[in-house]
């Protein structure tokens, strides 16, 4: 059974840091792109960030230089350091964990990141 079992999201004072972690389980963790997304209220969900297999970054120009994703293939778990938050990063952050050549595309359920003073 696959699982992404985000976790970290809370409540932050604008320019503070927060660090979100999804442990993955049921799939080939290391050989999927890990992705975080994310979905303010109102809003259509939007890419965030992701990391490939071999290590390989990319963020949206948002985040960029503010945020950080990693990975620990021995975990299976994907990670996101949020630093110098805004609050505009308020939103609900999913990972997704995607498989190309396996057709595989699969989402956690999501946790809430509220930067608010």
């Known amino acids: 059974q696959v699982q992404l079992v985000e976790s970290g999201g809370g409540l932050v004072q604008p320019g503070g840091s927060l660090k979100l972690s999804c442990a993955a389980s049921?799939?080939?963790?290391?050989?999927?792109?890990m992705n975080w997304y994310r979905q303010a209220p109102g809003k259509e969900r939007e890419f965030v960030a992701f990391?490939?297999?071999?290590?390989?970054?990319n963020y949206a120009d948002s985040v960029k230089g503010r945020f950080t994703i990693s990975r620990d293939n021995a975990k299976n778990t994907v990670y996101l350091q949020m630093n110098s938050l805004k609050a505009e990063d308020t939103a609900v952050y999913y990972c997704?964990?995607?498989?190309?050549?396996?057709?595989?595309?699969?989402w956690g359920q999501g946790t809430r990141v509220t930067v608010s003073s």
């Open positions: 997704n964990a995607y498989r190309p050549s396996f057709g595989n595309n699969y």
């Open positions: 049921g799939f080939a963790f290391s050989s999927a792109i």
């Open positions: 990391i490939t297999s071999t290590g390989d970054t």
